[in-house]
């Protein structure tokens, strides 16, 4: 404890004479004379009681015994310095205890028991543990009125006492009643962390659920719940088990579920479904999973009247996400669709870029398409592929044959993106290609049809309905083209037919390696996180039996990609698929166990396993080798859990840049984007500039594309200033050209109204399909030249998984939009902190719908309404207060 250990070094006299420590010489002489005169009354007064105590009349000791125990209680009230009575005590801590040995049992004896143990806070030796000892002598009283420096030290015996106990197999009962007497007095006085600090130490959170009352239950789940990702495993599911426990006690559903989605327990989420009888706040849930990108089916328990239960399974399936989008687009007034002129802003530029920016190359072209889906994203009109000229067709095919072969399918994609979530009049604007003469532009409408569907589920299944009979034609294209679109539409869905087609594919021996890889993805996709052994198998056994020349091509590092997807997140269960992944051929063994390590512990922030990663990325690499990518890569994807672990991550990454090999450098600026995407940190932006002149053109284009990915969707000034420079510094380069165009098109998503960051409620959940299109795309830009350069550049389009409006949108009881004030501002974390700390600072109040940036949180400004979710993000329901004084 720190307590003062020098008698009278920390307290100046009440007579202002100087402090004891500054005294040198003749110390003890003048000890006397510093005391104050009151001091010294009560010096020798405690004097007295220390002789008195030890009296042979038993009635004589009962009066010291209490006088004492009365002065000490009225000192250790306060404690900011060592209390007097402590202080004058010290000299005679020894007699007494001597003297308590002599004591024959009896009441007095605990008496005296009590007085030690408090003395004990001050005079026992480091790892003694007298305070407790003497405290388990004592009596039974309320330890609470000893004062909170007391209890405090008591509880930090009690860990050191029961690890030992435990180890030495001794009986912990007496310890847990006294547990139980703590845990109770710092719930009382708001100190709910060092509760749930003493459970944990003693193994016994559930303890915890009889203390907590609706006063204190949000605190004492906040520090749980935030507490649980410092955890190790196991401990940290049973913090967010007992969290789930304590929410569901006092009926706050809609924090209970957002723990069921945290630990992933579908039981969880149903039990939260059938505890409320509230169709309102089922319609809240529903919002909640909705946005999480959970697929699930409302059945008769959870809603018994037919039209609630479509009611509901109509807001878990999204449909309603595109209208909610466009009121927003609508509301801040940037319907215009805009084309990618006005993203390059060639005019600001000097000179010599604008030049070459007026030639019509197809790179040109595709890079223009690309920069349109992004930036019209969801808004249904553009200026390229949906204007609608004279003739009926006339101008989407212009812009559709200004692309060369595979562009062209690209470019029949975008027409996805850009319709994206509108499901009805996507379908209906595709069809046209579909019947197309040309491979390429059939191939890509396919896709376009898979991300139209995107997030949006349908009870029709339009999109499998379309895309399956197209899985199994003789053009590669077109096949790659239907399974990605069936990946992205039903990515996260464990669909069962999807299953039995393309494990089939898998299975056939014939099937070219591209087909392969894709439908390895679209598996992945689909059952992402869903541990399934099948597919595994499947996806194994395709790697084993490919020869060496093929298991050395660029694309096939994405099979073991497709395998730590379905385990992605899911920790300690890939085991024995990284067993056998030991077996493969060398030239991809390494890789798939990295990339397997990596994603199964992708949003954990597990640091032990960062260390291993670092460990892999300090080896010299023989020629040939590249497991390093995904090392650094995987660094990134397990500290992204919480900002401590972020911040030292970005840390580590510079020493790799400072430090590492040619193929680290060319992957820190991709683990660099992953890590703060969507949410341009300075430092970051700095580092990323710096490396988009690097002489290295791996290093360069990856730190582009970063730059790109990190504002993703803010309209941030700066990048979009640093990417215009960049176009007129790469004008002769078509590939960095390239990458500097599909950055801008990042930097204005939906015209500054998406999000690619796979965190939402106030970064609490991780949505696992938003996570599984970032890695995919992130591992296939580890080979820049050869993937979205070469000709797989549609693999961008698998960004769509993780793009979301970053809106707040609030309704009424009807669902539909009402404009409310709300405050919004930095969040703050305000965990284990005393008081009702505000939660949000420099705030600025708006009229909803309103936008969030990263690190952004919202309250209402008003209490004419009742949120039914505590997290303001997304779309929330407002119930009208009937207790509201707000009559404006």
């Given at each position: 404890?720190?307590?003062?250990?020098?008698?009278?070094?920390s307290s100046?006299?009440?007579?202002?004479?100087?402090?004891?420590?500054?005294?040198t010489?003749?110390?003890?002489?003048?000890?006397?004379?510093d005391?104050?005169?009151?001091?010294?009354?009560?010096?020798?007064?405690?004097?007295?009681?220390?002789?008195?105590?030890?009296?042979?009349?038993?009635?004589?000791?009962?009066?010291?015994?209490?006088?004492?125990?009365?002065?000490?209680r009225?000192?250790?009230?306060?404690?900011?310095?060592?209390?007097k009575p402590?202080?004058?005590?010290?000299?005679?801590y020894?007699?007494l205890?001597?003297?308590?040995?002599?004591?024959?049992?009896?009441?007095?004896?605990?008496?005296?028991?009590?007085?030690?143990?408090?003395?004990?806070?001050?005079m026992?030796?480091?790892?003694?543990?007298?305070?407790?000892?003497?405290?388990?002598?004592?009596?039974?009283?309320?330890?609470?009125?000893?004062?909170?420096?007391?209890?405090?030290?008591?509880?930090?015996?009690?860990?050191?006492?029961?690890?030992?106990?435990?180890?030495?197999?001794?009986?912990?009962?007496?310890?847990?009643e006294l547990?139980?007497?703590?845990?109770?007095?710092?719930?009382?006085?708001n100190?709910?962390?060092?509760?749930?600090?003493?459970?944990?130490?003693?193994?016994?959170?559930?303890?915890?659920?009889?203390?907590?009352?609706?006063?204190?239950?949000?605190r004492?789940?906040?520090?749980?719940t935030?507490?649980?990702s410092?955890?190790?495993?196991?401990?940290?599911?049973?913090?967010?088990?007992?969290?789930?426990?304590?929410?569901?006690?006092?009926?706050?559903?809609?924090?209970?579920l957002?723990?069921?989605?945290?630990?992933?327990?579908?039981?969880?989420?149903?039990?939260?479904?059938?505890s409320?009888?509230?169709?309102?706040?089922?319609?809240?849930?529903?919002y909640i999973?909705?946005?999480?990108?959970?697929?699930?089916?409302?059945?008769?328990?959870?809603?018994?009247?037919?039209?609630?239960?479509?009611?509901?399974?109509?807001?878990v399936?999204?449909v309603?996400?595109?209208?909610?989008y466009?009121?927003?687009?609508r509301?801040?007034?940037?319907?215009?669709?805009?084309?990618?002129?006005?993203?390059?802003?060639?005019?600001?530029?000097?000179?010599?870029?604008?030049a070459?920016?007026?030639?019509?190359?197809?790179?040109?072209?595709?890079?223009?398409t690309?920069?349109?889906?992004?930036?019209?994203?969801?808004?249904?009109?553009?200026?390229?592929?949906?204007?609608?000229?004279?003739?009926?067709?006339?101008?989407?095919?212009?812009?559709?044959?200004?692309?060369?072969e595979?562009?062209k399918?690209?470019?029949?994609?975008s027409?996805?993106?850009i319709?994206?979530?509108?499901?009805?009049?996507?379908?209906?604007?595709?069809?046209?290609?579909l019947?197309?003469?040309?491979?390429?532009?059939v191939?890509?409408?396919?896709?376009?049809?898979?991300?139209?569907?995107?997030?949006?589920?349908?009870d029709?299944?339009?999109?499998?309905?379309?895309?399956?009979?197209?899985i199994?034609?003789?053009?590669?294209?077109?096949?790659?083209?239907a399974?990605?679109?069936?990946g992205?539409?039903?990515?996260?869905?464990?669909?069962?037919?999807?299953?039995?087609r393309?494990?089939?594919?898998?299975?056939?021996?014939?099937?070219?390696?591209?087909?392969?890889?894709?439908?390895?993805?679209?598996?992945?996709?689909v059952?992402?996180?869903?541990c399934?052994?099948?597919?595994?198998?499947?996806?194994?056994?395709?790697?084993?039996?490919?020869?060496?020349?093929?298991l050395?091509?660029?694309?096939?590092?994405?099979?073991p990609?497709?395998?730590?997807?379905?385990?992605?997140?899911?920790?300690d269960?890939?085991?024995?698929?990284?067993?056998?992944?030991?077996?493969?051929?060398?030239?991809?063994?390494?890789?798939?166990?990295?990339?397997?390590?990596?994603?199964?512990y992708?949003?954990?922030?597990?640091?032990?396993?960062?260390?291993?990663?670092?460990g892999?990325?300090?080896?010299?690499?023989?020629?040939?080798?590249?497991?390093?990518?995904p090392?650094?890569?995987?660094?990134?994807?397990?500290?992204?859990?919480?900002?401590?672990?972020l911040?030292?991550?970005i840390?580590?990454?510079?020493?790799?840049?400072?430090?590492?090999?040619?193929?680290?450098?060319?992957?820190?600026?991709?683990?660099?984007?992953?890590?703060?995407?969507?949410n341009?940190?300075?430092?970051?932006?700095d580092?990323?500039?710096?490396?988009?002149?690097?002489?290295?053109?791996?290093?360069?284009?990856?730190?582009?594309?970063s730059?790109?990915?990190?504002?993703?969707?803010?309209?941030?000034?700066?990048?979009?200033?640093m990417?215009?420079?960049?176009?007129?510094?790469?004008?002769?380069?078509?590939?960095?050209?390239?990458?500097?165009?599909?950055?801008?098109?990042?930097?204005?998503l939906?015209?500054g109204?998406?999000?690619l960051?796979?965190?939402?409620?106030?970064?609490?959940?991780?949505?696992?399909?938003?996570?599984?299109?970032?890695?995919?795309?992130?591992?296939?830009?580890?080979?820049?030249?050869?993937?979205i350069?070469?000709?797989?550049?549609?693999?961008?389009?698998i960004?769509?998984?993780?793009?979301?409006?970053?809106?707040?949108?609030?309704?009424?009881?009807?669902?539909?939009?009402?404009?409310?004030?709300?405050r919004?501002?930095?969040?703050?974390?305000?965990?284990g902190?005393?008081?009702?700390?505000?939660?949000i600072?420099?705030?600025?109040?708006?009229?909803?719908?309103?936008?969030?940036?990263?690190?952004?949180r919202?309250?209402?400004?008003?209490?004419?309404?009742?949120?039914?979710?505590?997290?303001?993000?997304?779309?929330?329901?407002?119930?009208?207060?009937?207790?509201?004084h707000d009559d404006?």
């Amino acid at each position: 404890m720190a307590v003062d250990q020098k008698p009278g070094a920390s307290s100046t006299s009440p007579d202002g004479s100087k402090p004891a420590s500054k005294v040198t010489k003749k110390k003890d002489e003048k000890k006397e004379e510093d005391l104050s005169d009151e001091d010294l009354a009560l010096k020798q007064q405690l004097e007295l009681y220390v002789e008195r105590v030890q009296d042979a009349e038993q009635g004589v000791q009962k009066l010291a015994l209490e006088s004492m125990r009365q002065e000490i209680r009225t000192a250790t009230s306060s404690m900011t310095s060592v209390p007097k009575p402590l202080k004058f005590l010290r000299p005679h801590y020894g007699s007494l205890k001597a003297f308590f040995e002599t004591m024959p049992e009896s009441d007095l004896k605990k008496y005296l028991a009590d007085i030690l143990s408090v003395l004990a806070l001050t005079m026992s030796a480091e790892g003694e543990r007298e305070s407790l000892k003497y405290r388990l002598l004592g009596s039974e009283g309320d330890i609470g009125s000893w004062g909170h420096e007391y209890v405090r030290n008591l509880a930090g015996e009690i860990s050191q006492e029961f690890a030992k106990r435990q180890y030495d197999d001794l009986p912990l009962d007496t310890l847990m009643e006294l547990v139980q007497q703590i845990v109770a007095f710092h719930m009382k006085h708001n100190a709910e962390p060092e509760a749930v600090d003493l459970l944990m130490e003693v193994e016994d959170l559930e303890l915890l659920v009889e203390h907590v009352d609706a006063t204190n239950y949000k605190r004492a789940c906040l520090y749980l719940t935030s507490s649980s990702s410092y955890l190790p495993s196991t401990d940290d599911l049973l913090a967010s088990d007992i969290a789930f426990t304590i929410y569901t006690k006092f009926e706050d559903y809609a924090s209970a579920l957002r723990i069921a989605l945290f630990i992933d327990n579908t039981q969880y989420v149903k039990q939260i479904y059938t505890s409320t009888e509230d169709l309102l706040l089922k319609k809240q849930f529903s919002y909640i999973i909705a946005r999480h990108g959970l697929v699930l089916e409302i059945d008769e328990d959870i809603a018994p009247d037919d039209d609630d239960r479509e009611a509901l399974q109509e807001i878990v399936n999204n449909v309603k996400l595109s209208e909610g989008y466009l009121a927003l687009a609508r509301d801040i007034e940037v319907m215009e669709p805009k084309s990618p002129e006005d993203i390059y802003k060639v005019h600001l530029i000097d000179g010599r870029a604008s030049a070459s920016s007026s030639l019509d190359s197809a790179r040109q072209n595709l890079a223009a398409t690309f920069v349109n889906a992004f930036v019209n994203a969801g808004f249904g009109q553009d200026k390229l592929m949906t204007v609608t000229s004279e003739s009926s067709s006339g101008s989407s095919g212009n812009w559709l044959f200004k692309n060369k072969e595979h562009g062209k399918a690209s470019a029949a994609a975008s027409l996805g993106m850009i319709l994206l979530w509108d499901v009805d009049s996507g379908l209906s604007q595709i069809d046209k290609y579909l019947h197309s003469n040309d491979n390429h532009v059939v191939a890509g409408a396919l896709l376009g049809i898979g991300i139209v569907s995107c997030g949006v589920k349908n009870d029709c299944d339009p999109a499998l309905a379309l895309l399956i009979d197209y899985i199994n034609k003789d053009d590669t294209i077109i096949r790659i083209g239907a399974i990605l679109g069936l990946g992205i539409a039903y990515a996260g869905s464990l669909k069962d037919e999807l299953r039995i087609r393309l494990s089939l594919i898998l299975g056939d021996p014939k099937t070219p390696l591209e087909v392969l890889v894709f439908s390895a993805i679209t598996l992945g996709l689909v059952y992402v996180g869903s541990c399934n052994e099948e597919i595994a198998q499947s996806i194994i056994l395709a790697l084993m039996e490919r020869s060496d020349t093929e298991l050395g091509e660029p694309l096939t590092r994405l099979l073991p990609v497709a395998l730590g997807l379905l385990y992605l997140g899911k920790q300690d269960n890939v085991e024995a698929t990284a067993e056998v992944s030991k077996t493969f051929n060398d030239k991809i063994r390494k890789y798939a166990d990295i990339t397997l390590l990596s994603l199964a512990y992708a949003g954990t922030g597990n640091v032990l396993k960062v260390q291993k990663l670092l460990g892999y990325c300090a080896q010299h690499l023989e020629k040939g080798e590249n497991y390093q990518g995904p090392a650094v890569l995987g660094i990134a994807l397990i500290a992204m859990a919480e900002e401590l672990g972020l911040d030292m991550a970005i840390r580590s990454l510079e020493h790799l840049l400072q430090y590492g090999e040619q193929n680290i450098r060319r992957a820190v600026p991709l683990a660099l984007g992953i890590l703060c995407i969507s949410n341009p940190k300075v430092n970051v932006m700095d580092t990323l500039s710096r490396l988009s002149h690097d002489t290295d053109g791996d290093v360069s284009m990856a730190a582009i594309i970063s730059l790109g990915l990190i504002g993703a969707g803010t309209n941030n000034a700066r990048i979009a200033s640093m990417l215009r420079n960049l176009s007129s510094y790469y004008y002769k380069e078509a590939g960095h050209l390239f990458c500097v165009r599909i950055a801008q098109g990042l930097v204005h998503l939906g015209k500054g109204l998406l999000t690619l960051s796979p965190y939402h409620s106030d970064r609490f959940l991780l949505s696992p399909t938003a996570l599984a299109g970032l890695v995919t795309v992130l591992h296939a830009c580890l080979d820049m030249k050869s993937t979205i350069l070469g000709k797989y550049h549609y693999m961008l389009y698998i960004l769509v998984l993780a793009m979301q409006p970053r809106m707040l949108m609030t309704v009424d009881e009807n669902l539909k939009p009402i404009s409310v004030p709300v405050r919004v501002g930095q969040a703050v974390d305000v965990v284990g902190q005393a008081g009702r700390p505000k939660t949000i600072t420099g705030f600025q109040t708006h009229s909803t719908p309103v936008l969030l940036a990263a690190g952004d949180r919202a309250e209402l400004a008003t209490d004419k309404y009742i949120p039914l979710s505590s997290v303001l993000e997304g779309f929330v329901i407002l119930k009208e207060n009937p207790d509201s004084h707000d009559d404006r």
